[in-house]
């Protein structure tokens, strides 16, 4: 009788084993797809080194290389390109992050960047209607990284 009451439990105790196995298997893959998906806090100096990058294809060529307002194609335009290197000291001494994002993501009007539907970097900082997000978040992100670098060459 002892033989059949084993042949009857190790059935069960394989199944749990199973059972527990792929639930362990399971949990792992939720946590590494979590770590993977977690961007970890950049610096302030990193993000100024990404928004550095963003800034020379966006903004260089009316703004200029070193931020003074004398790109290539300053003088085009009909208005003087501002000098981006003097917006703190323009606002008194502190620069105003908020101000300078509304200026870029077209919440604030400046006639010289476009329309909000049509501004001259294209959808690269515009907002998104991505289902997930994620597109959103990035561009956030590159904005985040461009006020960053612009915060970083105050005079």
Request: glycine residues 10%; aromatic residues 6%; proline residues 5%.
């Amino acid at each position: 009788m002892r033989s059949n009451s084993r042949e009857r439990t190790w059935p069960k105790l394989a199944m749990l084993e199973l059972l527990l196995g792929t639930l362990a298997v399971a949990t792992l893959g939720v946590f590494s797809l979590a770590a993977q998906s977690a961007k970890p806090e950049l610096s302030r100096t990193e993000l100024a080194a990404r928004g550095k990058v963003t800034y020379r294809v966006y903004c260089r060529s009316c703004h200029g290389v070193e931020g003074h307002g004398d790109g290539t194609l300053a003088p085009l335009l009909k208005v003087a390109v501002p000098d981006v290197t003097t917006i703190a000291r323009q606002a008194g001494g502190e620069f105003p992050e908020e101000r300078v994002l509304a200026f870029i993501d077209g919440r604030e009007d400046v006639a010289a960047h476009g329309p909000r539907d049509m501004p001259v970097w294209g959808d690269a900082l515009g907002s998104s209607d991505d289902e997930d997000g994620r597109e959103e978040s990035d561009v956030q992100q590159k904005l985040r990284e461009l006020v960053a670098y612009l915060a970083s060459i105050q005079e």
